[in-house]
């Protein structure tokens, strides 16, 4: 069965850090081109990071300088390092690829950034 599975969310306070996993199964994810998405309550899903079969990464500024997308070709895992942050960064966090021209994403992950 091919999915992806996230993990790691959870409440954090704002300047704290929190790396999410996404897990494969049923593909090589690095064969792909991965993306980290996220949506808000009421809000549209947005694209935030990707990273490219050869390793290069892609970020949306929102987030550039403060998250890292990497991955575990052994593990067959990729990251979101997220550090510095903030209350709006508080959404459900999905990664996605494209397999077999069909979007697989995983099931999410809430991260709330609150005192």
């Known amino acids: 069965q091919v999915q992806l599975v996230e993990s790691g969310g959870g409440l954090v306070q704002p300047g704290g850090s929190l790396r999410l996993s996404c897990a494969a199964s049923?593909?090589?994810?690095?064969?792909?081109?991965m993306h980290w998405y996220r949506q808000g309550p009421g809000k549209q899903r947005e694209l935030i990071a990707n990273?490219?079969?050869?390793?290069?990464?892609y970020y949306d500024d929102s987030v550039k300088g403060r998250f890292t997308v990497s991955r575990d070709d052994v593990k067959n895992t990729m990251y979101l390092q997220m550090n510095s942050l903030k209350p709006e960064d508080t959404d459900v966090y999905y990664c996605?690829?494209?397999?077999?021209?069909?979007?697989?994403w995983g099931q999410g992950t809430q991260v709330t950034v609150s005192s």
């Open positions: 996605k690829t494209v397999y077999k021209a069909q979007n697989l």
């Open positions: 049923g593909i090589m994810l690095k064969a792909y081109t």
């Open positions: 990273i490219f079969s050869d390793g290069v990464s």
